[in-house]
């Protein structure tokens, strides 16, 4: 049981490139997130996914995509990569127990992404 | 909108100290709040948790945190640090399926 998994750790992309994140999670979670953590901003959501198919603008969402075609997939996008967005990127995700009980979330390692 | 403030950006404490971190949050609805904790390099493990009961929840690794509904405040404390007590915390709300919303985190470092 991985839990969530982040790909790739460590990226460094020129101004202008696109990449994508992925994560994965074995533990059949319906939701998923994705926050950037900068120093002394704490982390910030920037799109979720409440299922497979289906996907939300989080508080900082201008630059990124994100699909879940997958439920067990959440991909974040850069289109063209900007000095701005260097940053380290969590994923995280949790179950859905309804609204009597906030399920924990769960976090992948981090991938460290510097643009320059 | 919630949010949540963190009064201590950086604390620096000796070996068997007490700690005490300070966390205020704003939030409308029905209130669920935690504690997570950064080791150095690492991911956000979470610490401790308070949904509803108790105001005065226990997590792991001594650490514990009290619930002041009056105050908006969840205070985490530890009675005596370690050195591997060095890491950065976050307090943390949320209610929906939108997340968490964060405080920008205390750097907690401790001095052998």
């Known amino acids: 049981n991985a839990g969530v998994t982040q790909t790739p750790k460590f990226r460094v992309l020129k101004t202008g490139q696109s990449m994508t994140l992925l994560c994965a999670q074995d533990?059949?979670?319906?939701?998923m997130y994705w926050y950037r953590q900068d120093p002394g901003m704490g982390l910030r959501l920037i799109h979720y996914?409440?299922?497979?198919?289906?996907?939300a603008k989080g508080e900082v969402p201008d630059g990124y995509n994100v699909s879940r075609l997958k439920k067990q997939n959440f991909l974040l996008g850069l289109e063209s990569a900007a000095p701005s967005q260097t940053s380290v990127y969590f994923c995280?995700?949790?179950?859905?127990?309804?609204?009597?009980?906030?399920?924990?979330?769960?976090f992948g390692q981090g991938t460290r992404l510097t643009v320059v | 909108a919630q949010s949540v403030s963190q009064h201590n950006h950086h604390v620096i404490l000796s070996e068997a100290a007490s700690l005490e971190l300070g966390c205020n949050y704003s939030y409308g609805g029905t209130v669920n709040l935690f504690w997570y904790v950064q080791y150095p390099g690492q991911h956000l493990q979470l610490l401790l948790k308070y949904f509803s009961g108790d105001p005065l929840v226990k997590g792991i690794k001594g650490f514990e945190a009290e619930f002041i509904k009056s105050k908006f405040s969840f205070n985490l404390r530890k009675p005596s640090v370690q050195w591997s007590d060095t890491a950065e915390y976050f307090c943390?709300?949320?209610?929906?399926?939108?997340?968490?919303?964060f405080g920008k985190g205390t750097h907690l470092i401790i001095q052998p």
């Open positions: 996914s409440v299922g497979e198919g289906t996907t």
């Open positions: 995280a995700s949790r179950n859905n127990l309804g609204t009597a009980y906030y399920a924990e979330a769960f």
């Open positions: 533990m059949n979670h319906e939701y």
């Open positions: 943390a709300v949320g209610g929906g399926a939108d997340g968490l919303t």
